[in-house]
């Protein structure tokens, strides 16, 4: 690939752009670098390295045993395959809860470590004096409001949000202190449209309907390649988990059949 072939990166600038043409902002979660690699290939504008993988990778019940040091492993990966796409990673449970130097010094570990280019801060109203700083101290955030998975446990477990007023103050707080887009979700869509309609930058929806700049999915669920509940705001785009079930069947057959390996798989 020429210099001319070079894709242009996704910035916070295109982003604020996008939402002022009126224009759509399509995100996925990934966490290794083949799938990062071919969705960036797809044209995916931003992909975020979640503390879904907790869950989706690791098996959990919840995103809470997510770690650091495992974020910043898969963000490494994810970093290096994305040529376009911006690349976001999840503060994972207690990093954006406890003091905000250590706030901060997760998020330079993200910028330092990997080619990554923000991070992504679950709280409302209560965490603009924790955005204000990272984003004082040079680390792009996007604000998560709506649904916030970490939260489960005070929560008591995943619900929709519906306090239209208090998510509008969450929303408009984590502007004001700087972050360059929003995460809204699992909203009523008329809800969602009233926060996006409070503020400029770009609102990307999950769980959230049509009102938002853009929307996410987590891959895994959008590819059929999960092994339980699948929440109603998901479309499967492909059934991937079935077509590998079906291709590790095949082995095994040929391999007690004898079949497998044949003359073109063996050396002479």
């Known amino acids: 690939m020429n210099q001319s072939e070079t894709p242009k990166r996704i910035t916070t600038r295109t982003l604020q752009k996008r939402r002022e043409r009126g224009e759509k902002i399509s995100m996925l979660t990934a966490y290794d670098f083949?799938?990062?690699?071919?969705?960036?290939?797809?044209?995916?504008?931003?992909?975020?390295?979640?503390?879904?993988?907790?869950?989706?990778?690791?098996?959990?019940d919840?995103?809470?045993?997510?770690?650091?040091?495992?974020?910043?492993?898969?963000?490494?990966?994810?970093?290096?395959?994305?040529?376009?796409?911006?690349?976001?990673?999840?503060?994972?449970?207690?990093?954006g809860q406890l003091e905000i130097a250590r706030s901060i010094a997760a998020g330079a570990r993200v910028l330092?470590?990997?080619?990554?280019?923000?991070?992504?801060?679950?709280?409302?109203?209560?965490?603009?004096?924790?955005?204000?700083?990272?984003?004082?101290?040079?680390?792009?955030?996007?604000?998560?409001?709506?649904?916030?998975?970490q939260n489960v446990h005070v929560e008591g477990g995943y619900r929709v949000q519906r306090e239209q007023e208090k998510l509008i103050v969450d929303?408009?707080?984590?502007?004001?202190?700087?972050?360059?887009?929003?995460?809204?979700?699992?909203?009523?869509?008329?809800?969602?449209?009233?926060?996006?309609?409070a503020i400029s930058v770009p609102t990307i929806g999950i769980g959230a309907g049509r009102a938002?700049?853009?929307?996410?999915?987590?891959?895994?669920?959008?590819i059929g390649m999960t092994a339980g509940y699948t929440p109603k705001f998901v479309r499967t785009y492909a059934s991937v988990g079935e077509t590998i079930r079906q291709a590790a069947e095949s082995f095994r057959t040929s391999v007690e059949d004898g079949s497998f390996p044949?003359?073109?798989e063996s050396f002479r």
């Open 34 to 60: 083949p799938t990062a690699k071919f969705l960036d290939e797809a044209g995916i504008d931003i992909l975020l390295v979640g503390d879904t993988l907790a869950m989706v990778v690791g098996g959990h």
């Open 171 to 197: 929303a408009k707080a984590a502007e004001d202190a700087g972050a360059f887009t929003v995460l809204i979700e699992c909203v009523p869509e008329s809800v969602a449209a009233a926060i996006n309609d």
């Open 62 to 95: 919840t995103t809470l045993p997510a770690t650091m040091d495992q974020m910043i492993y898969h963000s490494e990966m994810v970093g290096r395959a994305a040529e376009r796409a911006m690349v976001v990673v999840d503060l994972p449970f207690p990093e």
């Open 212 to 222: 938002t700049t853009g929307q996410v999915l987590v891959t895994h669920d959008m």
């Open 112 to 149: 330092k470590e990997t080619k990554c280019h923000a991070v992504k801060l679950e709280g409302g109203a209560e965490q603009a004096p924790r955005i204000e700083a990272m984003v004082s101290a040079g680390i792009p955030v996007m604000a998560h409001v709506g649904l916030r998975p």
């Open 262 to 264: 044949g003359p073109d």
